[in-house]
């Protein structure tokens, strides 16, 4: 289970890590982001230099907060409590956080309880 805190505007961030093609692994907060319905992560352009990602795609149009955006696709390997995912990654120059999107709700559980501090991510069980 992910244990993610909140930001002073009620944000929601979870800790992951993010790895390199070398096997380097970097531990970055990310925003989860119900509003990014069409992708699993975003980072920025000068995030991925360290990480060496292969790109699977290029200039893919997707429709941020900030409007209209031109995105490349990469290949990435990233880490969520404990468990390993290679997952499509949206790479941009205007991602101001790592955004984690809601294609992470169709295979994790995301337990909000602002209240009472209580915030995780788990994977669900499939039959």
């Known amino acids: 289970m ?3 805190s909140f930001g002073d505007n009620g944000e929601l961030w979870f800790e992951i890590q993010l790895i ?3 096997g380097d692994v970097f531990s ?3 925003l989860f982001d119900t509003g990014f319905t069409t992708g699993w992560l ?3 352009t000068q995030d991925l230099e360290a990480l060496e990602w292969l790109r699977i795609a290029a200039q893919i149009s997707m429709r ?3 409007g209209e955006g031109q995105f490349n696709l990469y290949e990435g390997r990233i880490i969520i409590d404990a ?3 290679i997952i499509p990654v949206h790479v941009g120059d205007d991602v101001p956080d790592t955004l984690m ?3 992470w709700l ?3 559980q995301l337990v909000v309880n602002k209240p009472q501090g209580i915030l995780t991510l788990e994977m669900v069980e499939t039959n």
């Open 101 to 103: 999107g809601s294609a």
């Open 64 to 66: 941020t907060a900030r």
């Open 2 to 4: 992910g244990v993610g």
């Open 42 to 44: 975003a980072i920025n």
């Open 28 to 30: 970055v907060e990310a």
């Open 20 to 22: 390199a093609t070398n």
């Open 106 to 108: 169709d295979i994790m």
């Open 83 to 85: 468990n390993e995912f």
